[in-house]
């Protein structure tokens, strides 16, 4: 009877830079590097050639297998080079120590496009989600979270010209949502109908509100505050879902990885559902830059993508970021999601 052969001992799972050693690390670091900017994977012989080490090439062969079997690189195939894993990337990402500076004219621009919006939310958040698009090169998002659990603090009916009246509904510490009604109404009416509404629905939550907008028989008694109600309803029919601002799928189609079937679709199927993205930016801390990388993902069609994303301090809750490849420049894409970030947070 043969003895069994005894199963080699899996070397422990290094979960910082701190743990290789110090050799290991260079390596790592040159190989995520050059895959960074080359899009292709890399072999001993390619790293050997760069000159910045004296190591051989066996030497680097011997440091990448080790590198192997702590999970931290991949190889598609026996004859390929090697690419990082998302372990690879996780211990890359977190042993960046400085952020990289957004140039002069870029904190500028990005100063005075925040600047013009800074008066409405909305428009605030799509400008930022274009201005990391033009200036990361990626697919940026900014996400609205839901108003479901949020309390109506505010109505408001303004009249204006040719027979319209302005409904506008603040939600929270300033979330806002309007509708413009056919409604020919004398100041005095428009006011009995705003502060009836008010009675009635001021400082409830959106989801009760809703049920009393659907289920208050007294509503529909007088044509005006019938209609009035309805719009109303309308006006936070959405406020299940996510506001979702998104740019750039132009940059995310550029990129080698998604020339591979099926790797592109997904990207952009969610740039007209907003479902997604409450997974995607859910459980950041606020005020931070986080950084999610490949199946870290909530979403596992999304396993080809890394997330760089910041959730804004304050009342309103948004998130901003951009979402590309694995093969993302970090310290770029995670230097300029903080600035702008930062920046939303002192005009919100």
Do not use: K
């Not at 894993?85 to 990402?93: A, H, M, N, T």
């Amino acid at each position: 009877m043969n003895p069994r052969r005894p199963v080699p001992a899996q070397p422990p799972r290094p979960r910082r830079l701190a743990d290789l050693t110090p050799r290991q690390r260079q390596v790592l670091e040159l190989l995520v590097r050059r895959y960074l900017a080359q899009a292709r994977p890399v072999a001993s012989q390619a790293l050997a050639t760069e000159g910045r080490h004296a190591w051989s090439p066996a030497t680097l062969r011997q440091t990448m297998l080790e590198l192997d079997d702590l999970g931290l690189l991949e190889q598609a195939h026996a004859a390929a080079g090697r690419v990082p894993s998302d372990r690879g990337y996780r211990l890359f990402v977190d042993g960046i120590e400085e952020l990289a500076p957004l140039t002069d004219d870029e904190r500028a621009a990005v100063e005075d496009a925040l600047a013009q919006s800074a008066r409405d939310v909305e428009h605030l958040l799509a400008q930022a989600s274009r201005l990391l698009a033009d200036l990361g090169q990626e697919l940026a998002f900014a996400v609205r979270p839901t108003l479901g659990d949020g309390v109506l603090t505010g109505l408001e009916l303004v009249g204006v010209t040719g027979g319209r009246v302005l409904l506008v509904l603040t939600i929270g510490a300033g979330l806002v949502r309007s509708a413009t009604l056919e409604l020919d109404l004398g100041r005095a009416d428009l006011e009995r109908v705003a502060r009836l509404l008010r009675e009635r629905l001021v400082g409830r939550g959106v989801g009760d509100v809703r049920r009393r907008l659907a289920e208050d028989d007294d509503l529909v008694r007088d044509a005006a505050l019938a209609l009035v109600a309805q719009a109303c309803l309308e006006a936070l029919a959405g406020a299940a879902r996510p506001d979702v601002y998104a740019f750039g799928s132009t940059h995310a189609a550029r990129h080698p990885e998604m020339q591979a079937p099926g790797r592109l679709a997904p990207v952009l199927a969610l740039i007209d559902s907003p479902e997604p993205w409450r997974d995607l930016v859910e459980g950041e801390a606020p005020g931070t830059v986080t950084v999610t990388i490949g199946r870290e993902h909530a979403r596992p069609e999304l396993a080809h993508l890394s997330l760089v994303r910041f959730r804004v301090e304050g009342p309103v809750g948004a998130s901003i970021g951009l979402l590309g490849p694995r093969r993302m420049d970090y310290g770029r894409a995670m230097g300029l999601v903080d600035f702008v970030g930062r920046r939303l947070t002192s005009l919100l």
